[in-house]
T-cell receptor, first 116, second 117 residues
Framework: GAVVSQHPSWVICKSGTSVKIECRSL??????MFWYRQFPKQSLMLMAT?????????EQGVEKDKFLINHASLTLSTLTVTSAHPEDSSFYIC????????????FGPGTRLTVL | AQSVAQPEDQVNVAEGNPLTVKCTYS??????LFWYVQYPNRGLQFLLK??????LVKGSYGFEAEFNKSQTSFHLKKPSALVSDSALYFC???????????????FGKGTKLSVIP
């Protein structure tokens, strides 16, 4: 149990376009989802925390208008990178917390974004 | 504020030898501690966690970790390393006194483990 999927697993896009990444909890309801960004050979950097039905809480330095997060249901959160540029190229990972009683985050497999 | 330190960027160990990946933490309250492993171009896989109880925690793939409150450490160990254990390992902490609604984890920078055949 506690499986999190991400789609797509990798995406290549042109500069200036927008890209949407989906994060789904497959067998549990995720009250809270997290979005991380990971640069090569570096740790995970928390971008934002989203709770179902409310606005995401962004970490300092993360542009809200560039990285749009929607958590419309208890099993789906989306991250949209708007007007992507090459510096947005990175590995994006989501995680999810389940209902009461879960103490850990369950991580998705990640999405590799390359902006040309 | 909470923080995690993984003092070694890389650990090399011969196959069959014991391995240790170090982690120290800082929280204002009581910690939940986690170890995750990441293979290239993959997400994080959960290895083990310390919430409460026995200080020695056993996890997946033969890994274990010992919670040491006085030294604020949570080192990851395995008695006999395998080549397939080669990966990036992350230690993470959550302050359980930060509020019931907060599940935010703080990660260390990661330690690359290389097991040499």
């Amino acid at each position: 149990g506690a499986v999190v999927s991400q789609h797509p697993s990798w995406v290549i896009c042109k500069s200036g376009t927008s890209v949407k990444i989906e994060c789904r909890s497959l067998d549990f309801q995720a009250t809270t989802m997290f979005w991380y960004r990971q640069f090569p050979k570096q740790s995970l950097m928390l971008m934002a925390t989203s709770n179902e039905g409310s606005k995401a809480t962004y970490e300092q330095g993360v542009e809200k208008d560039k990285f749009l997060i929607n958590h419309a249901s208890l099993t789906l959160s989306t991250l949209t990178v708007t007007s992507a540029h090459p510096e947005d190229s990175s590995f994006y990972i989501c995680s999810a917390n389940g209902a009461k009683g879960y103490n850990e985050q369950f991580f998705g497999p990640g999405t590799r974004l390359t902006v040309l | 504020a909470q923080s995690v330190a993984q003092p070694e960027d890389q650990v090399n160990v011969a196959e069959g030898n014991p391995l240790t990946v170090k982690c120290t933490y800082s929280v204002s309250g009581n910690p939940y501690l986690f170890w995750y492993v990441q293979y290239p171009n993959r997400g994080l896989q959960f290895l083990l966690k310390y919430i409460t109880g026995d200080n020695l925690v056993k996890g997946s793939y033969g890994f274990e970790a010992e919670f040491n409150k006085s030294q604020t450490s949570f080192h990851l160990k395995k008695p006999s390393a395998l080549v397939s254990d080669s990966a990036l390992y992350f230690c993470a902490v959550r302050d359980i006194d930060s509020g019931a609604g907060s599940y935010q984890l703080t990660f260390g920078k990661g330690t690359k483990l290389s097991v040499i055949p």
